[in-house]
């Protein structure tokens, strides 16, 4: 009895190997990449290429069915997120910005895929690795000390722009119709990034609803009320090491009403500009820019925001 159930499963894996996805185009091999040091460009190569570009090396294992369709699922999605094939035809400022998005995507623990890092455990990096892409991306800024001079301006100028939050009347909606939201900097704070690669801070807000979807565990698809505020400084880092907010750039919003703004992804998207709180954009359709930089996390409903209770979270679940 043993031997004739062995046989069917080997009778039936035989069958599988006929079912086969549609093969993947390896293309050519990618070149080194242009403006980055030999060693990061080996970083990279090994531990991303194989989702993340043409240069394709599939292992014997990956050609099994069913393992080949999971394989081939990775590589055309990462392709579609990110592909460093094509690294050496876009403008360096997309290019740092590629470095910096790739190296949170590291952090957060999102990268590699963890069920693709199971079988292929030479694509995850370790903390020598880690902390090399860092440094790197970090020495793309081009931060300076700042004088005393120039952070008495700085909080001249951000004082001007509370101020001029505090006039209703003052700011301007969006072309699209999206009103400017005062006050959102005394919602809670669920997130910070730093925006190493063009030496800018950012704290993203969030109002009552999207803190409770934040606490319920919902955030997955955002409640219809939820509200995103985005707010970005320049950032100055002081002789003692720290770094503090300078010059105020911008506020971003993002209103989630899935009816209102179904044409937009179900999401309202407003941006004001500089301490005048300028409404960004020539025309009313200039959230299609929004909609198209947010696209590859349209499986997190279009929001890059990890609230930070949930990164630790999933730090020390690695950690286990």
Known sequence: MKNKLILILLIGFIGLQFFRPKKIDQGMKTEHLVNV??????????????CHSSEV?????????PANFLVNSHVRQGREVLDFSKWNSWPEAKQNSTIYYSINKILSGEMPVPSYAWIHSSAKLNNEQIWILK?????????????????????KQNDLTISNEMKDTHVKPALNGLQYIPGYRNWKAISITDRFDNGTMRIIFGNDVAVKAIQDGKISSWPDGSILAKAAWKQNLQKDGNSTPGEFIQ????????????????????????????PYG?????????????????KH????????????????????
């Open 37 to 50: 040091p030999k060693e990061i460009d080996a970083i990279l190569r090994n531990s991303c290429f194989d």
């Open 251 to 278: 506020v971003e919003f993002m209103v989630k009403d899935a009816k209102k703004y179904a044409a937009t992804k179900g999401w309202g998207w407003g941006r004001w500009k500089g301490n005048d709180l300028k």
């Open 282 to 298: 020539e025309t009313p359709d200039f959230d299609k820019e929004c909609i198209e930089c947010h696209r590859p996390v349209a």
């Open 57 to 65: 090396n599939l292992r014997w294992y990956d050609e099994i069915t």
């Open 135 to 155: 440094d790197y991306a970090l020495s793309l800024s081009s931060k300076k000390p700042s004088e005393a001079t120039l952070v008495n301006d700085i909080e």
């Open 301 to 320: 409903d279009y929001t890059f925001t990890s609230p930070l209770y949930l990164i630790s979270q999933l730090k020390k679940n690695q950690t286990k």
